[in-house]
């Protein structure tokens, strides 16, 4: 079954410092997310992508974040430079065109910065 | 803005009890409604996905209801087992009046269900 796949699935960093979260989204869909999740609190949305361009973005995403689609099959998330308040788990997901849009997600990257 | 409930908070039954998981949200306007399993420290598994235009749909086990005049949604979890064990998460899923979906889910913060033998 076709699945999102994500890497690296645990990264610690010191502050400061920038890191690259990287995703494969499954093969044929266009439509992209990253979302993350703080230890013990919601899975917030912060930002989509459709036609190589950032489509929608939440107040959480400033700055400091990016992404990127550098090949037909990777999406990433850049933290320029990390904050303590950076550390959470990032979901990337991904949806077809057309259809209910449901969004599938993958096993997430856990973003340790100390 | 909208804000999704989820009660109880957490759940513990023996197994193969029925269960129902609650998901409340506050903005009715036209949305699909996604419920999804979260083992610990694992990513989001979606288990079904209701249309703004339907009532319910079943997935095995599973059955999820949709009222959109009352603003809730419902996961029924048939004859539990140990296995069903994890987090469960409704989000709400806008999309236009022309259905494209935004993509942009607001999620609750979960139901921690445990099943014991």
């Known amino acids: 079954e076709p699945e999102v796949t994500q890497t690296p699935s645990h990264q610690v960093t010191q502050m400061g410092q920038e890191v690259i979260l990287r995703c494969v989204p499954i093969s044929n869909h266009l439509y992209f997310y990253w979302y993350r999740q703080i230890l013990g609190q919601k899975v917030e949305f912060l930002v989509s992508?459709?036609?190589?361009?950032?489509?929608?973005k939440s107040e959480i995403f400033d700055d400091q974040f990016s992404v990127e689609r550098p090949d037909g099959s990777n999406f990433t998330l850049k933290i320029r430079s990390t904050k303590l308040e950076d550390s959470a788990m990032y979901f990337c997901?991904?949806?077809?065109?057309?259809?209910?849009?449901?969004?599938?997600f993958g096993e997430g990257s856990r973003l340790t910065v100390l | 803005k909208q804000e999704v409930t989820q009660i109880p908070a957490a759940l513990s039954v023996p197994e193969g009890e029925n269960l129902v998981l609650n998901c409340s949200f506050t903005?009715?306007?036209?949305?699909?409604l996604q419920w999804f399993r979260q083992d610990p420290g694992k990513g989001l598994t979606s288990l079904l996905l209701?249309?703004?235009?339907?009532r319910e749909q079943t997935s095995g086990r599973l059955n999820a209801s949709l009222d959109k005049s009352s603003g809730r949604s419902t996961l029924y979890i048939a004859a539990s087992q140990p296995g069903d064990s994890a987090t469960y998460l409704c989000?709400?899923?806008?999309?236009?009046?022309?259905?494209?979906?935004?993509?942009?889910?607001?999620f609750g913060q979960g139901t921690i269900l445990t099943v014991h033998p």
């Open positions: 997901a991904s949806r077809a065109t057309g259809g209910p849009g449901e969004l599938f």
């Open positions: 903005d009715s306007a036209i949305y699909n």
């Open positions: 209701i249309q703004s235009s339907q």
């Open positions: 989000a709400d899923h806008p999309f236009n009046a022309g259905g494209t979906s935004y993509g942009k889910l607001t």
């Open positions: 992508f459709y036609n190589n361009e950032i489509s929608e």
